[in-house]
């Protein structure tokens, strides 16, 4: 599976950033009827731990991604609870071996993760909106920027390198 291009990235994001609310509304409710499961993880996922602004910003960024994923070619089935369960699972290994370890190699290997991860321009926009939404639209607090990053990485460990278009569902 081809990573999903940066410029695609782009025009996707800048035509969802360009929506009235109406036409926002819509694709929402598109997403909710293909994408049930992954629409109930984004307004659930964190309860207790983010913030009504955080959960907007969650869902917006969310909605974003699935449908980068969807205008891209890549065609997803709809993922089941049991999908987001093994993806968030695998994710929590991940983030239990970096609290372990110090901090100059925790970052040497989460640096090693990005750069080896599937769709890595999908994640760099990820974090780039991440950044804008903490120091531009304060929207995210600084204590919960890795957790939201990880929410995010979730479902697109879902939408586009466990469940590629056309295909059976791939092993996380």
């Known amino acids: 599976m081809a990573p999903i291009t940066a410029q695609d990235i782009k025009r996707i994001a800048q035509h969802m950033n360009s929506l009235s609310s109406e036409e926002a509304a819509s694709i929402v409710g598109e997403m909710r009827a293909e994408q049930p499961a992954a629409f109930q993880y984004l307004v659930t996922v964190g309860e207790g731990t983010i913030n009504d602004d955080e959960r907007q910003w969650l869902v917006f960024l969310g909605v974003t991604v ?16 049991e999908i987001l369960d093994r993806a968030a699972k695998n994710t929590s ?21 990005l750069k080896d991860y599937p769709q890595p321009f999908l994640l760099n926009y990820v974090i ?45």
């Open 66 to 81: 699935w449908r980068i994923v969807k205008e891209s070619g890549l065609n997803p089935p709809a993922m089941t609870a």
């Open 128 to 172: 780039g909106a991440l950044n804008v939404a903490f120091e531009d639209e304060h929207c995210v607090r600084k204590e919960n920027m890795t957790v939201l990053f990880f929410f995010v990485k979730i479902l697109i460990d879902c939408l586009a390198v466990c469940a590629p278009a056309g295909g059976e569902e791939k092993k996380a």
């Open 93 to 113: 290994g991940l983030i239990s071996y970096l609290k372990g370890e110090n901090s100059k190699e925790a970052a040497d290997d989460f640096l090693k993760v």
